[in-house]
C-alpha cells in the first residue's frame, strides 16, 4: 500500500521541505478552524437569540447576524490556504478521497454559496425583531451539511486500505463518485461541539471591544460577557468529554494517547477549561485574553490531529517527510514575501477597523492619523508585487520561448 501511495504522488515532487508546508497547512487550518466555529455558533446563537424575549438576547442575535457575513467570508478565504497545503504533501490520499465523493465535493461547493448568501440574507431582512430566522435555519443546515461533507471526505483519505471496498462494494461497482463512506460520529462531534464554545469566547470578546464605547449600554455589554463566559465554559466541559470519546474510539496500534503532541495539545486544551473558570468572573476585561488562549488551545489540537493523521498512514508506510524535493528557491522566497505583503495589507485593514470602531480617544496607544504611514506601506506593496510578479512572468515566459 505504502508504495502504491508513493506512486501516486507528483512525480516532479515539491519545491521545498515537506516540513514548511505541514507547520503552514496547520497553522492555517488553525486560524481557518477557528472561524468556521464563529460561524456554526454565530448562527445558532443568532437563532437563539431571534426568538428570545430577552432584549439582551435579540441584541446578541443582530450582532451576530452581522458578525457572520465578516466571519464566513473570512472562514472561507482562510480554508483555501490548508486545502492547497493538504493537496501539496497528502495529494495522492485527498485526491483519491475526493473521486470517489466528486459529487459531494461539488455539493460542498454549494452548500457553502447556500450558507454564505442565506447569512446576508438573514442579515439584510433585519426588522426591529431581528432578521427573517428561516434565513438562519437554511444557513445553519447548510453548514452542517458542509461540515458533514469535509469531515467524511477527511475519514475517507485516512483509510485507503478500504477504497477498494467501498468503491466495489456489493459486487457493483460505483466510478459515479456519488458515495460518502467515511463518517464518525464522535470526530464530527469533535469539530462541531467547539462552535458553541467558541461563540461564547466571540461574546467575550465582543464586550470587551465594546466596554469602552461611551455610547454603549453597560449593562447590555455585562451581561454578554458573562452569558458569553458560561457558554464558553460549559461548551468546554462537554468538548472535553467528547474529545475523550473519541479518543477511545482511535485504533488501539495507534497509541495516539502516548503521543507528545496529544498530550501537549490536551494539556494546553485543560489549561484553558482551567482559565475560563477565572475568566467568568470578570469576563469583560477577559475577553481578548481568553480569546488568544483558545487560539492557542486550537492551535495546539490542530497539530496533535496532524499527528493522528501521521499515526494513521504510517501503517502504510507513508509519510510526507519521504515526498520528493526539487527545491526551488525563488518560487518558495516569493511566497513567503507575498505571505509578509498579505500580512502587513491585512494587519492594516484590522488596525483600521479596530481603531475606527472602538472610537479611540486621546489615551489611545494609536491613533487613526498614526495608520497613515501603515496606509502607505499597505497600498504600495500590492503595486510593486503586482509588477514584480508580471516582470517575472515575462522573464521566464522570455527565457523558455513561451511568448514566441
Not at 60 to 65: D, G, P, T, W, Y
Not at 113 to 128: G, N
Not at 191 to 211: D, E, H, I, R, T
Not at 212 to 223: G, L, S, V
Request: glycine share 8%; hydrophobic share 55%.
Amino acid at each position: 500500500m505504502g508504495g502504491f501511495l508513493v506512486n501516486l504522488r507528483d512525480p516532479m515532487g515539491i519545491p521545498f521541505h515537506p516540513l514548511v508546508f505541514q507547520i503552514l497547512m496547520v497553522l492555517t487550518f488553525a486560524l481557518h478552524i477557528m472561524f468556521v466555529n464563529f460561524v456554526v455558533g454565530g448562527t445558532i446563537f443568532a437563532l437563539w437569540g431571534r426568538f428570545s424575549s430577552n432584549p439582551y438576547a435579540r441584541g446578541i442575535s443582530k450582532a451576530f447576524a452581522r458578525a457572520n457575513t465578516v466571519n464566513m467570508s473570512i472562514a472561507i478565504v482562510l480554508g483555501v490556504a490548508p486545502l492547497l497545503f493538504v493537496q501539496v504533501i497528502y495529494d495522492p490520499l485527498w485526491y483519491n478521497a475526493n473521486n470517489m465523493s466528486a459529487v459531494w465535493a461539488l455539493v460542498f461547493l454549494v452548500v457553502i454559496a447556500v450558507a454564505f448568501t442565506c447569512a446576508y440574507l438573514f442579515y439584510l431582512s433585519k426588522s426591529d425583531e431581528g432578521g427573517n430566522p428561516i434565513w438562519a435555519v437554511v444557513s445553519l443546515i447548510a453548514l452542517v451539511i458542509a461540515g458533514v461533507i469535509i469531515h467524511a471526505i477527511s475519514v475517507q483519505m485516512l483509510h485507503p486500505e478500504k477504497w477498494s471496498s467501498w468503491i466495489f462494494a456489493n459486487g457493483k461497482v460505483n466510478l459515479s463518485g456519488s458515495g460518502l463512506y467515511g463518517f464518525k460520529l464522535s470526530r464530527f462531534l469533535h469539530f462541531m461541539v467547539p462552535s458553541v464554545a467558541l461563540a461564547g469566547v466571540y461574546m467575550m470578546l465582543y464586550a470587551w471591544y465594546f466596554n469602552e464605547r461611551e455610547d454603549r449600554d453597560k449593562a447590555y455589554i455585562e451581561w454578554v460577557g458573562s452569558f458569553g463566559a458560561k457558554v464558553a465554559l460549559y461548551a468546554s466541559l462537554v468538548q472535553a468529554v467528547v474529545g475523550f470519546w473519541w479518543l477511545l474510539s482511535l485504533p488501539k496500534g495507534i497509541n495516539f494517547i502516548y503521543n507528545p503532541f496529544f498530550l501537549i495539545g490536551a494539556l494546553i486544551a485543560l489549561a484553558f477549561i482551567g482559565w475560563l473558570f477565572y475568566a467568568v468572573k470578570d469576563p469583560v476585561k477577559n475577553g481578548l485574553k481568553t480569546t488568544v488562549f483558545a487560539f492557542i488551545a486550537i492551535f495546539a489540537m490542530a497539530f496533535a490531529r496532524e499527528a493522528l493523521r501521521g499515526g494513521y498512514l504510517s501503517k502504510f508506510g507513508y509519510s510526507i517527510l519521504t515526498y520528493k524535493v526539487n527545491y526551488s528557491v525563488g518560487s518558495t522566497l516569493l511566497f513567503f514575501i507575498t505571505f509578509i505583503m498579505g500580512l502587513v495589507v491585512v494587519s492594516y485593514l484590522l488596525l483600521l477597523a479596530f481603531y475606527s470602531g472602538r472610537n479611540p480617544d486621546e489615551k489611545s496607544p494609536l491613533r487613526l492619523s498614526n495608520l497613515d504611514g501603515l496606509a502607505k506601506i499597505a497600498t504600495v506593496l500590492p503595486v510593486l508585487w503586482f509588477i514584480v510578479v508580471v516582470a517575472l512572468g515575462i522573464v521566464i515566459s522570455l527565457k523558455n520561448k513561451a511568448l514566441f
